[in-house]
């Protein structure tokens, strides 16, 4: 077993992106030095950083001087791979440079989003209470929805289904003839009743948002484009403030995160000229267009979780 873990460890270290150390000459210059692997070396500040990674259920084997030389000793087979690596020249590799450059184009976007958006989103407790006291009758426990749903492959698609309703033609009847969730549509889309946490968080919210009889508008999610009609409510139990702040915090954390990123897009949009060539956009081909069509049932969006 303490094999096993380590060598899970092991590979785990070996796939971090950009662990090369090479990567860290300012730092190595002003850390003591624990080790030398060939003209290259391992820092204090290195290994401090290194081990914070590991994750908790594996850290026990790493514990006093003999878990610090073993976790050293997992350093230097790094070490050893990596300057092998480069002396093949996978550093000049097309698939490496390609991850290198998705890497840094990632890291830096996370970055300037944490600035911009994570750093200047704050909700103070005033803000939670004051949300509380204005909706106070909405916040309960046990509550259950109960909706129907359209489950369309596109925007247009969905958009012309809902075209159709809004004209009069039968919500349940559309579901039938057209939702790709073949399981909710045999009953005229009908998903059940379900609590919180048993659909995807932007169907529930949507779900939420209705009042009973309403239809919503397309709605994207990861299976797809759908219609929700909301049929039924089960209220629960009145939820008191405790019982509810945290729930309020993510919520209005999330509306301030979502209204930075929104502006701040925005403002990058003004300095800097966009431009789109529809025809390459229509020839460029998507990986799974080219897939055959599920089995009937398979298909299913499943946004309930298993039990």
Known sequence: MRHTICSVFVAASLLAPLAGCDTLTGEKADSPVIATVGKDMITENEFSREVARVPEWARPQFNGEEGKDKFLDELIKRELIYQHAKDMKLDRDKEYVTKVEDFEKMTLVSMVLKKEVEEKAFVD????????????????????????????????????????????????????????????????????????????????????????????????????YHIIKLTDIKKGEPANFEQSKESIRRQLLAEKRKNLFDSFVEKLKGDIKITKDENALSAAALPWEAEQEPAAGAAEPEEKKAE
């Open 125 to 224: 407790d005033a803000e939670v209470k004051a949300f509380f006291d204005q909706n106070e009758d909405k916040f309960t426990i046990g509550t259950e929805l109960r909706a129907s749903h359209i489950l369309l492959e596109t925007e247009d698609e969905a958009a012309q289904v809902r075209d159709r309703i809004k004209k009069g033609e039968d919500f349940a009847t559309l579901a039938k003839e057209l939702s790709r969730d073949k399981g909710s549509a045999e009953k005229g889309g009908d998903l059940g009743f379900f609590g919180r946490g048993k659909m995807v968080p932007e169907f529930e919210r949507a779900a939420a948002a209705l009042k009973p009889g309403e239809v919503s508008e397309p709605l994207r999610t990861r299976f797809g």
